[in-house]
C-alpha cells in the first residue's frame, strides 16, 4: 500500500556531489544535456547550459544474496571509454554477488541522459537512486509513481525506465530516503508518494535487469515526462550511433602535435575535455570545470561552472594550437557578446553572461584582445565591427585603468602580478593596429612603459628570500599598489589566519609568463635566479611527478587533517603549474617531457586533470593519496589547456602566447621607453636622463607644476587624448638640466589635491 508523507521534512541541507569526477560527457547536437560521473555512477548533471546542475547525483543499490550495496560507496569498478576522444563512459561494478553494467549516454537529439544497464548475480535486484537539485535551490519538490518526477518552478526532471518500476518512493533526505530505508531495514519497505518543499530523494526498484534508464528536463513535468518517453521510443543504438559519429567527426579536424602514443592519448582526451565543456545555450562559453570543489560539502550556487574570461581564453589558445579553430572563434565572439558597456569582464559570470562575483581583473580584459590577435594570426580572423569594438572598447578600459589589478590571477589581492603586466603589455601591441596616429602611438608608448617598469614593481633586490640560495634578487608574486606600500607592502593572504606578509616574501610562477610571451629572454639572469627559488621553494616531488604550489603560503586547498577547504586551508600543489614550469623548460634549453608526463599521472581514474593533488600522507578516509587528485576541481579546464600548449611548445619551440609583433618589438629585452607615464595608480619617484613624462589621469585636471622645488610655479590645463586619458606631457628637452619635477593637481571642480608630489631628473 503507498503512504503518501514521508517524515522528516525538509531534510538535510542539501549539498553537491565529490569533484572527484571519473569523466564528463555531452553530446555534440540539438541536446542540451552536461552529465558528469564520480565513483562510478552519474552525479551532477547540468541543463540548459553547462551553468546549471540540476542533480546531486543518480546512483545505485544492488540488493543481493547476504545484503545489500551502494555502489559509489563500494567503489570497485572499472572504467573505460571507445576511444580517448569519445565521451561514452562504461562502468562496470563488480561484487562478490552482482555484476553491473552501466554505460552514459547523452541523447544527441534530445534533452534527456540515456543510462543502459544490465545486472546480473543470484538473486541481485536493482534499485536506482536520484537526488533532484534542481535549480540549485533547497527545496523541491519530488512526486513518484510509475516515473520519478521533481520540480521546481520552472524546471522539472522525469526519470523514466523502458522496463518500468515494481515499486517507487520520495523522501526527504537523511530521514526518509532510499538509503536510510536500507539502512534501517535492510531493503526496500518504504512507498511515499511524493515529498515537497525540502531536500528530496527518490528511489525506484527497477522491473528488469536489463534495460535503458532516460532522465529527461524540461520546464515543465509534462514536458520532461514527454522527453524521457521520446527518447525511449528512439532506437538507443541508432541515438548511440549518432552521437559516436558526431564525436568522430568532430575528431577530424584535430591536429595533434607528434608524440608518443601515451602522450597523444593524454592530448586527445585533452581536447576532448575541453570540448565537453563548451556551452550549447550560449555557443562558445566554456565554464571551468564542469564540477563544485569540495562539492559534497556545500551547496554553491557558483561552484567552478562559471565562465572565467582567463581560463577560457586559455583553453581558446590551446584548441588553437590542435587546429580546432572554429571553435576558438566561437569562444570570441561569445567574448563579445559579454564584454560590459564600459570594456571591461565580468570576474566571472554564468554563461548568459550574468556576473557572479564583482572583481575587476585586468588579464581578463587583456585575454580576449590577445585572443583576436591569435586568431588573425593563424588566418582564422578577418576584422569585423563587432571585433573590432571589442578589441577597441577592450583597449581603451585598459588605457584608463592598467596597470595595476584590483585582483591578481588567483583573485585574491590587489596591486602589479608578473603575469597580468605580461597580458596588459601584450594585448596593448598586438591591437596597436586598431589605432592610427596619436592614439596608435600612445598605445605603443604606453605598453614600452610599462614593460620597462615591471622590475621596479614586482622584483625584489636582496629580499629575505635570498639568503642561503646565492641569489642578488628575484621576481615576487604579486607588487601591493603604491598606496599599500607599493612592493615593500604588505599582502594579505585571506586563505589562511594571521595571513599578512611582506610582498617580497611571497613568490609564485607568475613571472615565467615574461619568458612565455616575450618580453623577457629564458636566459635573463634575473628569470634565472627567480627559477632557481621556485624550484627550492614551491617545487612538490611526488610519487606521480613533478607539480608547484601557487605561492608559499598558500592557504587555498584541504586542512592538515584531510578536512576540506572551508575558506581556510593548506595550499596544494597544481598540475597545471608543472606545465608552466615545463613551457619555462622547452624555452631555456631544458627537457619538458617530465613535467608533460607529471601532468598525465596526476590523473584521475578517468584521465582527467585535476586543480591540486595531494601531497600529505595517505588519508584513506578522505580519499586522498599522495600525487593523486585532492578533493578540488576536477577536471579543471585550463590545466588540460595548458598540457595541449606545452606539447605544442615541445613541438614547435614557440608557445602559443608569443606573437611576431612582440618578438620583434621587445627581442626579450627590458625596453628603454622614451616616455614614462606617471599616474597616481602607478607613480615614480625619478627617472633617467633623456626620457619625457607624461602626467595622466581619468579626469581633467589643472597640473599646478614648477622645477627644481617649485621654481616658476605655474598651471596648465591636461589634453584629453582619444584613448580616454587627460595627460599633461613634459618633453625630454622641457626636463632637461632640472633636478625635479614638482607637481599637485587641481580637478575640474577646483579642488586641490591634498599632497605635492616631486619627481627626481637624472642630470649630467
Not at 327 to 350: E, K, M, V
Request: glycine residues 10%; proline residues 5%.
Amino acid at each position: 500500500m503507498t503512504e503518501h508523507v514521508p517524515p522528516g521534512a525538509p531534510g538535510l541541507d542539501p549539498t553537491w556531489s565529490s569533484s572527484d569526477k571519473d569523466m564528463i560527457t555531452t553530446g555534440l547536437g540539438a541536446s542540451r544535456i552536461w552529465a558528469t560521473l564520480g565513483h562510478g555512477i552519474v552525479n551532477e548533471v547540468y541543463w540548459p547550459s553547462t551553468g546549471r546542475p540540476q542533480i546531486r547525483d543518480l546512483g545505485f543499490i544492488i540488493a543481493h544474496k547476504g545484503g545489500w550495496t551502494e555502489l559509489k560507496r563500494a567503489d570497485t569498478y572499472l572504467f573505460s571509454l571507445p576511444k580517448p576522444y569519445i565521451p561514452l563512459p562504461t562502468v562496470v561494478h563488480e561484487g562478490e554477488h552482482y555484476r553491473l553494467e552501466l554505460e552514459v549516454l547523452p541523447h544527441p537529439l534530445r534533452d534527456c541522459l540515456l543510462i543502459r544497464y544490465a545486472l546480473s548475480g543470484e538473486d541481485a535486484r536493482l534499485y536506482v537512486l536520484l537526488a533532484p537539485h534542481l535549480d540549485g535551490a533547497r527545496e523541491n519538490d519530488a512526486v513518484a509513481g510509475k516515473d520519478l518526477s521533481a520540480s521546481h518552478n520552472a524546471t522539472a526532471l522525469c526519470l523514466r525506465a523502458d522496463g518500468g518500476f515494481l515499486r517507487t518512493s520520495a523522501g526527504f533526505v537523511g530521514t526518509s530516503d532510499g538509503w536510510q530505508d536500507f539502512s534501517a531495514n535492510g531493503g526496500m519497505t518504504w512507498t511515499f508518494s511524493e515529498a515537497k518543499g525540502g531536500n528530496v530523494a527518490l528511489v525506484g526498484e527497477l522491473a528488469s535487469d536489463n534495460g535503458v534508464l532516460a532522465l529527461g528536463f524540461s520546464e515543465t513535468p509534462e514536458g520532461a515526462r514527454t522527453l524521457a518517453r521520446s527518447s525511449l521510443a528512439d532506437s538507443y543504438d541508432e541515438s548511440r550511433d549518432i552521437f559516436m559519429k558526431s564525436w568522430e567527426d568532430w575528431a577530424q579536424h584535430l591536429r595533434i602535435p607528434y608524440a608518443a602514443p601515451e602522450l597523444e592519448e593524454a592530448a586527445r582526451r585533452s581536447a576532448m575535455v575541453i570540448k565537453c565543456h563548451e556551452d550549447r545555450t550560449y555557443a562558445g562559453a566554456m565554464v571551468a570545470s564542469l564540477s563544485v570543489p569540495w562539492g559534497s560539502s556545500h551547496d554553491d550556487a557558483g561552484g567552478y561552472h562559471l565562465v572565467w574570461t582567463r581560463d577560457t581564453v586559455e583553453a581558446a589558445f590551446a584548441l588553437i594550437t590542435v587546429g580546432l579553430y572554429e571553435d576558438a572563434g566561437r569562444t570570441l565572439d561569445y567574448l563579445i557578446g559579454t564584454q560590459a558597456d564600459d570594456g571591461s569582464w565580468a570576474q566571472n559570470y554564468f554563461p548568459d553572461g550574468r556576473g557572479y562575483w564583482s572583481g575587476k581583473q585586468m588579464d581578463e580584459v587583456a585575454l580576449p584582445v590577445m585572443l583576436a590577435a591569435k586568431l588573425r594570426a593563424v588566418g582564422h580572423l578577418t576584422n569585423s565591427p563587432p571585433e573590432e569594438a571589442m578589441v577597441r572598447s577592450a583597449i581603451r578600459f585598459i588605457v584608463r585603468n592598467g596597470p595595476m589589478s584590483d585582483q591578481d590571477r588567483w583573485e585574491e589581492n590587489a596591486g602589479a602580478s608578473p603575469f597580468t603586466l605580461a597580458m596588459l603589455i601584450v594585448a596593448l601591441v598586438v591591437s596597436a593596429d586598431y589605432f592610427t596616429g596619436e592614439d596608435r602611438d600612445y598605445i605603443l608608448s604606453l605598453a614600452d612603459s610599462w614593460n620597462e617598469r615591471i622590475e621596479d614593481w614586482t622584483y625584489s633586490v636582496n629580499g629575505h628570500l635570498c639568503a642561503g640560495l646565492d641569489l642578488p634578487g628575484y621576481y615576487i608574486r604579486l607588487g601591493p599598489r603604491a598606496v599599500d606600500g607599493g612592493i615593500d607592502g604588505i599582502i594579505s593572504r585571506r586563505n589562511v589566519q594571521n595571513g599578512e606578509t611582506p610582498a617580497g616574501d611571497l613568490i609564485g610562477l607568475e613571472f615565467l609568463y615574461l619568458v612565455r610571451t616575450g618580453l623577457r629572454a629564458a636566459e635573463d639572469r634575473r628569470i634565472v635566479d627567480t627559477v632557481k627559488l621556485i624550484d627550492a621553494k614551491l617545487r612538490a616531488e611526488l610519487p606521480t611527478g613533478v607539480a608547484y604550489y601557487r605561492y608559499n603560503g598558500d592557504g587555498y586547498g584541504e586542512h592538515e587533517d584531510g578536512t576540506p577547504f572551508d575558506g581556510l586551508g593548506v595550499g596544494r600543489p597544481w598540475p597545471l603549474l608543472a606545465g608552466e614550469r615545463g613551457h619555462y623548460a622547452a624555452l631555456g634549453g631544458e627537457d619538458p617531457m617530465p613535467y608533460l608526463n607529471s601532468m598525465l599521472r596526476m590523473v584521475g581514474k578517468g584521465g582527467l586533470i585535476p586543480e591540486q593533488v595531494w601531497d600529505g600522507e595517505p588519508m584513506p578516509e578522505h580519499g586522498l593519496v599522495p600525487g593523486e587528485p585532492s578533493g578540488s576541481a576536477m577536471p579543471l579546464v585550463w590545466a588540460h589547456g595548458e598540457l595541449l600548449k606545452l606539447l605544442a611548445t615541445q613541438t614547435t619551440g614557440r608557445p602559443a602566447e608569443l606573437f611576431d609583433v612582440i618578438a620583434s618589438r621587445y627581442a626579450g629585452k627590458r625596453p628603454t621607453a622614451a616616455t614614462w607615464h606617471w599616474r597616481e595608480s602607478s607613480p615614480f619617484a625619478a627617472i633617467a636622463k633623456g626620457k619625457a613624462i607624461s602626467i595622466e589621469a581619468c579626469d581633467p585636471f589643472i597640473l599646478h607644476f614648477g622645477l627644481n622645488g617649485w621654481e616658476n610655479a605655474r598651471d596648465k590645463a591636461s589634453v584629453l587624448n582619444g584613448l580616454g586619458m587627460h595627460c599633461v606631457l613634459f618633453t625630454a628637452a622641457d626636463l632637461e638640466g632640472h633636478k625635479t619635477l614638482d607637481f599637485t593637481f587641481r580637478n575640474g571642480d577646483g579642488e586641490w589635491k591634498d599632497k605635492d608630489f616631486s619627481i627626481g631628473l637624472a642630470v649630467d
